[in-house]
Protein backbone atom coordinates (compact mmCIF):
# COMPACT_ATOMS: atom_id res chain seq x y z
CA UNK A 1 0.00 0.00 0.00
CA UNK A 2 2.97 2.42 0.66
CA UNK A 3 4.43 1.97 -2.49
CA UNK A 4 1.46 3.81 -3.94
CA UNK A 5 1.89 6.91 -2.26
CA UNK A 6 5.62 7.03 -2.86
CA UNK A 7 4.84 9.07 -6.01
CA UNK A 8 3.10 11.86 -4.06
CA UNK A 9 5.31 12.43 -1.67
CA UNK A 10 8.89 12.85 -4.24
CA UNK A 11 6.20 14.77 -6.43
CA UNK A 12 5.91 17.58 -3.62
CA UNK A 13 9.53 17.08 -2.73
CA UNK A 14 10.96 17.69 -6.59
CA UNK A 15 8.37 20.68 -7.22
CA UNK A 16 9.27 22.26 -4.07
CA UNK A 17 13.05 21.58 -4.81
CA UNK A 18 12.26 23.04 -8.78
CA UNK A 19 11.27 26.50 -6.89
CA UNK A 20 14.50 26.91 -4.64
CA UNK A 21 13.42 25.81 -1.23
CA UNK A 22 14.53 22.81 0.42
CA UNK A 23 12.04 19.78 1.45
CA UNK A 24 11.42 21.45 4.40
CA UNK A 25 7.59 20.41 5.00
CA UNK A 26 5.14 22.42 3.91
CA UNK A 27 1.70 24.23 5.80
CA UNK A 28 -0.68 22.05 4.34
CA UNK A 29 -3.64 23.85 3.02
CA UNK A 30 -6.30 23.55 6.11
CA UNK A 31 -8.78 21.07 5.88
CA UNK A 32 -12.63 22.16 5.21
CA UNK A 33 -13.63 23.50 8.40
CA UNK A 34 -16.72 21.58 9.32
CA UNK A 35 -18.59 23.56 10.87
CA UNK A 36 -22.14 24.19 9.14
CA UNK A 37 -24.25 27.50 8.68
CA UNK A 38 -26.94 28.43 10.72
CA UNK A 39 -29.04 27.25 8.12
CA UNK A 40 -28.37 25.82 4.89
CA UNK A 41 -28.46 27.64 1.88
CA UNK A 42 -31.05 26.85 -0.73
CA UNK A 43 -29.57 26.57 -3.89
CA UNK A 44 -32.31 28.78 -6.19
CA UNK A 45 -30.57 28.86 -9.75
CA UNK A 46 -31.49 27.55 -12.73
CA UNK A 47 -30.87 23.76 -12.96
CA UNK A 48 -28.21 24.14 -15.02
CA UNK A 49 -24.11 23.82 -15.37
CA UNK A 50 -21.53 24.69 -18.67
CA UNK A 51 -18.69 22.82 -17.97
CA UNK A 52 -15.31 23.38 -20.52
CA UNK A 53 -12.67 20.48 -20.13
CA UNK A 54 -10.15 19.00 -22.15
CA UNK A 55 -11.37 16.21 -24.80
CA UNK A 56 -10.76 12.56 -23.80
CA UNK A 57 -10.63 13.52 -20.14
CA UNK A 58 -14.42 12.53 -18.72
CA UNK A 59 -15.36 9.19 -18.38
CA UNK A 60 -18.75 7.91 -20.18
CA UNK A 61 -21.38 8.09 -17.79
CA UNK A 62 -19.95 10.55 -15.66
CA UNK A 63 -21.93 13.28 -16.36
CA UNK A 64 -25.40 11.53 -17.25
CA UNK A 65 -25.00 10.21 -13.37
CA UNK A 66 -24.46 13.86 -12.08
CA UNK A 67 -27.50 14.89 -14.02
CA UNK A 68 -29.52 11.97 -12.85
CA UNK A 69 -28.60 12.58 -9.41
CA UNK A 70 -29.20 16.63 -9.45
CA UNK A 71 -31.50 17.19 -12.11
CA UNK A 72 -29.04 19.55 -13.03
CA UNK A 73 -28.50 19.97 -17.32
CA UNK A 74 -24.87 20.28 -17.84
CA UNK A 75 -23.60 21.63 -21.10
CA UNK A 76 -20.05 19.87 -21.64
CA UNK A 77 -17.83 21.26 -24.28
CA UNK A 78 -14.38 20.40 -24.58
CA UNK A 79 -10.93 22.45 -25.69
CA UNK A 80 -7.70 21.01 -26.81
CA UNK A 81 -5.37 23.35 -25.77
CA UNK A 82 -4.19 25.80 -22.57
CA UNK A 83 -4.20 28.74 -25.58
CA UNK A 84 -7.16 28.05 -26.58
CA UNK A 85 -9.27 27.98 -23.13
CA UNK A 86 -7.24 31.16 -22.13
CA UNK A 87 -8.48 33.03 -25.04
CA UNK A 88 -12.05 32.41 -24.32
CA UNK A 89 -11.22 33.54 -20.40
CA UNK A 90 -9.70 36.70 -21.33
CA UNK A 91 -12.41 37.75 -23.81
CA UNK A 92 -14.88 37.31 -20.87
CA UNK A 93 -18.26 36.17 -21.00
CA UNK A 94 -17.36 32.46 -21.90
CA UNK A 95 -20.56 31.10 -20.49
CA UNK A 96 -19.01 28.21 -18.85
CA UNK A 97 -19.37 27.94 -15.17
CA UNK A 98 -16.48 25.33 -14.71
CA UNK A 99 -12.77 25.34 -16.99
CA UNK A 100 -10.54 22.87 -16.32
CA UNK A 101 -6.63 24.90 -16.99
CA UNK A 102 -3.62 23.60 -16.92
CA UNK A 103 -1.16 24.84 -13.51
CA UNK A 104 0.59 26.69 -15.88
CA UNK A 105 -2.08 28.88 -17.32
CA UNK A 106 -4.15 28.52 -14.20
CA UNK A 107 -1.87 30.67 -12.54
CA UNK A 108 -2.01 33.65 -14.37
CA UNK A 109 -5.75 33.24 -14.76
CA UNK A 110 -5.79 33.40 -10.95
CA UNK A 111 -3.50 36.42 -10.90
CA UNK A 112 -5.87 38.05 -14.15
CA UNK A 113 -8.99 37.30 -11.49
CA UNK A 114 -10.67 35.29 -14.31
CA UNK A 115 -11.38 32.87 -11.79
CA UNK A 116 -13.28 33.23 -8.32
CA UNK A 117 -11.84 32.15 -5.44
CA UNK A 118 -13.90 28.28 -4.14
CA UNK A 119 -16.08 28.25 -1.13
CA UNK A 120 -14.89 25.45 0.67
CA UNK A 121 -18.09 24.76 2.85
CA UNK A 122 -19.63 23.48 -0.41
CA UNK A 123 -16.81 21.12 -0.72
CA UNK A 124 -16.75 18.73 1.82
CA UNK A 125 -14.77 16.43 -0.37
CA UNK A 126 -11.65 18.48 -0.81
CA UNK A 127 -10.62 16.27 2.30
CA UNK A 128 -10.21 13.61 -0.42
CA UNK A 129 -7.43 15.20 -2.03
CA UNK A 130 -3.59 14.39 -1.28
CA UNK A 131 -2.40 16.91 0.80
CA UNK A 132 1.14 16.83 -1.04
CA UNK A 133 -0.05 17.54 -4.66
CA UNK A 134 -1.91 20.05 -2.67
CA UNK A 135 0.82 22.02 -1.06
CA UNK A 136 2.55 21.93 -4.70
CA UNK A 137 -0.07 23.54 -6.11
CA UNK A 138 -0.26 26.00 -2.84
CA UNK A 139 3.61 26.47 -3.10
CA UNK A 140 3.57 27.10 -6.70
CA UNK A 141 0.20 27.89 -8.30
CA UNK A 142 -2.65 28.97 -6.05
CA UNK A 143 -1.52 29.92 -2.81
CA UNK A 144 -3.68 28.48 0.06
CA UNK A 145 -5.61 26.49 -2.49
CA UNK A 146 -8.03 29.43 -2.83
CA UNK A 147 -9.04 28.73 -6.62
CA UNK A 148 -7.98 25.12 -7.89
CA UNK A 149 -9.31 21.71 -7.53
CA UNK A 150 -7.22 18.79 -9.62
CA UNK A 151 -8.74 17.10 -12.42
CA UNK A 152 -5.56 14.66 -12.89
CA UNK A 153 -2.25 15.07 -13.63
CA UNK A 154 -0.03 13.63 -15.70
CA UNK A 155 2.79 14.39 -18.14
CA UNK A 156 4.01 15.25 -21.82
CA UNK A 157 6.27 12.52 -23.27
CA UNK A 158 6.72 10.39 -26.29
CA UNK A 159 4.52 7.39 -27.59
CA UNK A 160 5.59 4.81 -30.01
CA UNK A 161 3.85 2.13 -31.73
CA UNK A 162 6.28 -0.17 -30.88
CA UNK A 163 6.42 -2.32 -33.72
CA UNK A 164 6.41 0.13 -36.19
CA UNK A 165 9.10 2.18 -34.85
CA UNK A 166 11.07 -1.07 -34.89
CA UNK A 167 10.42 -1.77 -38.82
CA UNK A 168 11.11 2.27 -39.30
CA UNK A 169 14.45 2.47 -38.18
CA UNK A 170 15.65 -0.91 -39.32
CA UNK A 171 18.79 -1.82 -37.53
CA UNK A 172 19.42 1.13 -36.12
CA UNK A 173 18.61 1.00 -31.60
CA UNK A 174 16.40 2.43 -30.09
CA UNK A 175 17.86 5.89 -28.64
CA UNK A 176 18.75 5.81 -25.03
CA UNK A 177 17.02 9.40 -24.82
CA UNK A 178 13.63 8.77 -26.50
CA UNK A 179 13.50 12.49 -27.01
CA UNK A 180 15.35 11.61 -29.89
CA UNK A 181 12.91 10.42 -31.38
CA UNK A 182 11.02 13.16 -31.95
CA UNK A 183 13.89 15.88 -32.02
CA UNK A 184 16.89 14.50 -33.87
CA UNK A 185 17.12 13.94 -37.65
CA UNK A 186 19.41 10.87 -37.88
CA UNK A 187 15.92 9.50 -36.25
CA UNK A 188 12.97 11.66 -37.75
CA UNK A 189 14.03 11.24 -41.25
CA UNK A 190 13.78 7.20 -40.64
CA UNK A 191 10.06 7.66 -38.74
CA UNK A 192 8.22 10.44 -41.17
CA UNK A 193 7.72 7.31 -43.43
CA UNK A 194 5.74 6.02 -40.38
CA UNK A 195 4.33 9.26 -39.17
CA UNK A 196 5.57 11.80 -36.65
CA UNK A 197 2.69 13.54 -34.90
CA UNK A 198 3.58 16.53 -32.55
CA UNK A 199 0.48 18.13 -29.36
CA UNK A 200 -0.46 21.56 -31.20
CA UNK A 201 0.66 24.31 -29.17
CA UNK A 202 3.49 26.39 -28.71
CA UNK A 203 3.31 26.04 -24.18
CA UNK A 204 3.45 22.17 -24.88
CA UNK A 205 5.85 22.13 -27.97
CA UNK A 206 8.59 25.02 -26.99
CA UNK A 207 8.95 23.60 -23.14
CA UNK A 208 9.66 19.84 -23.97
CA UNK A 209 12.20 21.42 -26.85
CA UNK A 210 13.37 23.69 -24.42
CA UNK A 211 14.62 20.75 -21.93
CA UNK A 212 15.74 18.98 -25.39
CA UNK A 213 18.17 21.36 -25.38
CA UNK A 214 19.35 21.93 -22.25
CA UNK A 215 17.28 24.72 -21.05
CA UNK A 216 14.98 25.36 -18.64
CA UNK A 217 11.48 24.30 -19.78
CA UNK A 218 9.96 27.72 -17.97
CA UNK A 219 12.50 29.65 -19.87
CA UNK A 220 10.52 33.37 -20.06
CA UNK A 221 13.63 34.29 -22.43
CA UNK A 222 13.11 34.74 -25.94
CA UNK A 223 16.49 33.98 -26.92
CA UNK A 224 15.83 30.65 -25.77
CA UNK A 225 12.93 29.99 -27.64
CA UNK A 226 15.10 31.16 -30.82
CA UNK A 227 17.29 28.26 -30.02
CA UNK A 228 14.72 26.17 -29.38
CA UNK A 229 13.15 26.70 -32.96
CA UNK A 230 16.45 26.47 -34.54
CA UNK A 231 17.03 22.92 -33.28
CA UNK A 232 12.88 22.26 -33.70
CA UNK A 233 13.29 23.40 -37.35
CA UNK A 234 15.87 20.54 -38.40
CA UNK A 235 13.08 17.82 -37.80
CA UNK A 236 9.91 20.36 -39.64
CA UNK A 237 9.62 18.70 -42.78
CA UNK A 238 9.51 15.22 -40.79
CA UNK A 239 6.76 15.66 -38.81
CA UNK A 240 3.40 14.92 -40.68
CA UNK A 241 0.91 15.71 -37.99
CA UNK A 242 -0.03 18.28 -35.19
CA UNK A 243 -3.10 17.55 -33.02
CA UNK A 244 -4.43 17.69 -29.49
CA UNK A 245 -6.40 15.04 -29.91
CA UNK A 246 -4.13 12.26 -31.47
CA UNK A 247 -5.22 9.11 -29.46
CA UNK A 248 -7.01 7.61 -32.66
CA UNK A 249 -3.97 8.69 -35.11
CA UNK A 250 -1.66 6.85 -32.37
CA UNK A 251 -4.36 3.87 -32.02
CA UNK A 252 -5.16 3.41 -36.12
CA UNK A 253 -1.44 3.48 -36.69
CA UNK A 254 -1.75 7.16 -38.52
CA UNK A 255 1.74 8.25 -36.64
CA UNK A 256 4.12 5.74 -35.22
CA UNK A 257 5.87 8.15 -33.01
CA UNK A 258 4.09 11.23 -31.13
CA UNK A 259 4.64 13.80 -28.29
CA UNK A 260 1.93 13.29 -26.51
CA UNK A 261 0.17 13.27 -23.08
CA UNK A 262 0.68 10.02 -21.01
CA UNK A 263 -3.37 9.01 -20.62
CA UNK A 264 -3.80 9.49 -24.19
CA UNK A 265 -0.88 7.49 -25.14
CA UNK A 266 -2.34 4.74 -23.02
CA UNK A 267 -5.29 4.92 -24.14
CA UNK A 268 -4.39 4.61 -27.79
CA UNK A 269 -2.58 1.64 -26.59
CA UNK A 270 -5.99 -0.01 -24.82
CA UNK A 271 -7.84 1.21 -28.27
CA UNK A 272 -5.21 -0.58 -30.78
CA UNK A 273 -6.02 -3.71 -28.98
CA UNK A 274 -9.81 -3.18 -28.68
CA UNK A 275 -9.07 -2.60 -32.47
CA UNK A 276 -7.08 -6.20 -32.66
CA UNK A 277 -4.51 -4.34 -33.98
CA UNK A 278 -1.25 -6.42 -33.47
CA UNK A 279 1.23 -3.26 -33.11
CA UNK A 280 2.08 -2.69 -29.72
CA UNK A 281 1.38 1.17 -28.59
CA UNK A 282 3.73 2.43 -25.21
CA UNK A 283 4.25 5.78 -23.20
CA UNK A 284 8.25 6.10 -23.15
CA UNK A 285 10.16 7.52 -19.80
CA UNK A 286 12.22 9.45 -21.57
CA UNK A 287 16.20 9.45 -19.89
CA UNK A 288 16.19 12.62 -19.31
CA UNK A 289 12.86 13.30 -17.58
CA UNK A 290 9.24 14.02 -19.06
CA UNK A 291 7.13 17.16 -18.10
CA UNK A 292 4.54 17.10 -15.38
CA UNK A 293 1.39 18.78 -16.00
CA UNK A 294 -1.57 19.57 -12.79
CA UNK A 295 -4.96 20.17 -14.69
CA UNK A 296 -7.21 22.03 -12.46
CA UNK A 297 -11.08 22.36 -12.05
CA UNK A 298 -11.97 26.25 -11.30
CA UNK A 299 -14.71 28.16 -11.34
CA UNK A 300 -14.74 31.00 -13.72
CA UNK A 301 -15.28 34.89 -12.43
CA UNK A 302 -18.10 35.62 -14.19
CA UNK A 303 -19.58 31.81 -13.79
CA UNK A 304 -23.96 32.48 -14.07
CA UNK A 305 -24.49 29.13 -11.66
CA UNK A 306 -21.76 29.14 -9.01
CA UNK A 307 -23.55 26.79 -6.99
CA UNK A 308 -23.97 24.24 -9.43
CA UNK A 309 -20.43 24.47 -10.19
CA UNK A 310 -19.40 23.78 -6.70
CA UNK A 311 -21.77 20.93 -6.14
CA UNK A 312 -19.98 19.33 -9.83
CA UNK A 313 -16.57 19.64 -7.96
CA UNK A 314 -18.14 17.80 -4.82
CA UNK A 315 -19.29 14.97 -6.81
CA UNK A 316 -16.12 14.75 -8.99
CA UNK A 317 -14.17 14.42 -5.62
CA UNK A 318 -16.05 11.51 -4.45
CA UNK A 319 -13.15 8.89 -4.17
CA UNK A 320 -15.06 6.44 -6.87
CA UNK A 321 -15.62 9.29 -9.09
CA UNK A 322 -11.81 10.29 -8.80
CA UNK A 323 -11.08 6.77 -9.06
CA UNK A 324 -13.25 6.08 -12.18
CA UNK A 325 -11.20 8.40 -14.02
CA UNK A 326 -8.31 7.18 -13.44
CA UNK A 327 -9.44 3.78 -14.79
CA UNK A 328 -11.18 4.83 -17.60
CA UNK A 329 -8.78 8.07 -18.91
CA UNK A 330 -5.39 6.44 -17.37
CA UNK A 331 -4.68 9.46 -15.88
CA UNK A 332 -3.61 9.87 -12.24
CA UNK A 333 -5.90 11.03 -9.94
CA UNK A 334 -4.89 13.83 -7.15
CA UNK A 335 -7.44 12.29 -5.43
CA UNK A 336 -5.47 10.18 -2.53
CA UNK A 337 -8.78 8.92 -1.28
CA UNK A 338 -9.86 7.44 -4.59
CA UNK A 339 -5.89 5.68 -5.27
CA UNK A 340 -7.18 2.04 -3.03
CA UNK A 341 -10.10 2.30 -5.66
CA UNK A 342 -7.95 2.44 -8.99
CA UNK A 343 -7.54 -1.04 -10.75
CA UNK A 344 -4.34 -2.83 -10.26
CA UNK A 345 -3.19 -3.13 -13.72
CA UNK A 346 -3.85 0.32 -14.01
CA UNK A 347 -1.95 1.62 -10.31
CA UNK A 348 0.91 -0.45 -11.36
CA UNK A 349 1.35 0.44 -14.99
CA UNK A 350 4.91 2.60 -14.54
CA UNK A 351 3.74 5.43 -17.21
CA UNK A 352 0.37 6.27 -15.53
CA UNK A 353 1.39 6.36 -12.15
CA UNK A 354 5.00 6.30 -12.48
CA UNK A 355 7.40 5.57 -9.39
CA UNK A 356 9.39 7.54 -7.14
CA UNK A 357 12.73 7.28 -8.79
CA UNK A 358 11.66 8.24 -11.88
CA UNK A 359 9.69 11.26 -10.70
CA UNK A 360 13.24 12.60 -9.25
CA UNK A 361 14.30 12.81 -13.05
CA UNK A 362 10.81 14.79 -14.48
CA UNK A 363 10.18 18.53 -15.04
CA UNK A 364 7.68 19.93 -12.75
CA UNK A 365 5.33 22.80 -13.96
CA UNK A 366 5.97 26.36 -13.91
CA UNK A 367 4.53 29.04 -15.61
CA UNK A 368 4.77 32.01 -18.28
CA UNK A 369 4.57 35.64 -18.49
CA UNK A 370 2.17 37.13 -21.22
CA UNK A 371 5.28 38.31 -23.12
CA UNK A 372 6.86 35.28 -22.85
CA UNK A 373 3.80 33.14 -24.03
CA UNK A 374 3.62 35.64 -27.10
CA UNK A 375 6.81 35.14 -27.98
CA UNK A 376 6.22 31.64 -27.26
CA UNK A 377 3.77 31.80 -29.81
CA UNK A 378 5.50 33.64 -32.72
CA UNK A 379 8.62 31.34 -32.38
CA UNK A 380 6.22 28.48 -32.43
CA UNK A 381 4.22 29.42 -35.23
CA UNK A 382 6.88 30.00 -37.72
CA UNK A 383 8.28 26.87 -36.70
CA UNK A 384 4.87 25.39 -38.06
CA UNK A 385 4.97 27.11 -40.85
CA UNK A 386 8.30 26.59 -41.78
CA UNK A 387 10.20 29.69 -41.66
C1 LIG B 1 -6.54 15.24 -22.80
C2 LIG B 1 -5.80 15.30 -21.55
C3 LIG B 1 -5.25 16.65 -21.32
C4 LIG B 1 -3.90 16.57 -20.80
N1 LIG B 1 -6.96 13.99 -23.13
C5 LIG B 1 -3.09 17.81 -21.03
N2 LIG B 1 -3.32 18.83 -20.16
Excluded at 37 to 44: C, I, L, M, R
Excluded at 170 to 193: I, Q, R
Excluded at 339 to 354: D, H, M, Q, R
Excluded at 366 to 375: I, K, V
Aim: charged content about 20%; hydrophobic content about 45%.
Amino acid sequence: MMKKYLWSFALSAIVLAGCGKKEEPVAVAPAPVASAPAAAAVNTEEKVLNIYNWADYIPEGMIASFEKETGIKVNYDTFETNEALHAKLVAGNSGYDIVVPGSVFAKPQIEGGLLQALDKAQIKNLANLDPAIMATLAAKTDPGNKHLVPWAWGFTTVGINKTKVAKALGKMPMPENAWDLVFKPEYTSKLKSCGIAYLDSPTEIIPVALHYIGKDAYSNDAADYKLATEMLAKVRKDVRIFSSTMIDDVASGKACVAIGWSGDMNIAAVRAKENKSKDEIEALLPSTGALIFFDTMAITKDAKHPNNAHAFIDFYLRAENAARMSNEMNYPTANKAGVPLVKPEIANNKTIFVEADYFAKMIPPSSFSNEAREAMANAYNSFKKGN
